[in-house]
C-alpha cells in the first residue's frame, strides 16, 4: 500500500499518500499517520464509526502486520469495526462473478472511475523498465488524487446500498 483512500460523506474522497517514490516529500509522514490511523481506531472500537474497506484482507493484513506497528489490532476481530463491500456485495448475490470496485463502482453506484492503466501515457508505457505501480506516480498530481478519491468514495456509496440489503435481507 502507498496510501489511503478515506471519504467520510459519500461525496468527498481523500487520498493520503505513505510511500509513492516520485515526490516523496508529499508523503505523510509514517509517525503521523500511525498517531493519527489510531485515533480512526479507538473511535471504532468505541462505535463512533467503522471502517469499510473492498476487498480489505489484503488492506487489513497490511495494516495489522506492518512490522513496527499493529495498526488496527483487536479492530479487526470485531465485526462492528467494519465492513466489506466486496462480501456485502458476495452476499447479495454469490453468483456475481465481477466484483472489482471500478466496474460495480459504476454499475451499481454510477460512478465512472478512472482506471489505473489510464493514469500513464502511451509514452510512459513504452519507455524500457516501465511497470504499473502507483507509487511511483507524484501523490500531488491531479489523476492520483481522483483516482484514490473516487475509490474511496465508490467505496462509500456501495457500502451504503449494499449494508442495509446484508442487515436486512427480503
Known sequence: IVGLCLCPDGFTGYYIPLRHTTNPGANVSWPLFVEQFERLVEASLAGKLSFV??????????????????????????????????????????RRRDKRLKSLSEKEVGIKQIE?????????????GWKKDFGTLDPEWEGTLLYGGGDGIATWRLDAKFHPLCVNPD
Open 53 to 94: 474497506f473492498h476487498g480489505g484482507q489484503f488492506d487489513m493484513e497490511f495494516l495489522e502486520f506492518n512490522g513496527d506497528v499493529n495498526l488496527g489490532g483487536e479492530c479487526w476481530d470485531k465485526a462492528k469495526c467494519w465492513d466489506d463491500t466486496e462480501i456485502e456485495v458476495y452476499m447479495t448475490d454469490s
Open 116 to 128: 489505473l492503466d489510464e493514469l500513464w501515457s502511451d509514452a510512459d508505457k513504452a519507455k524500457p
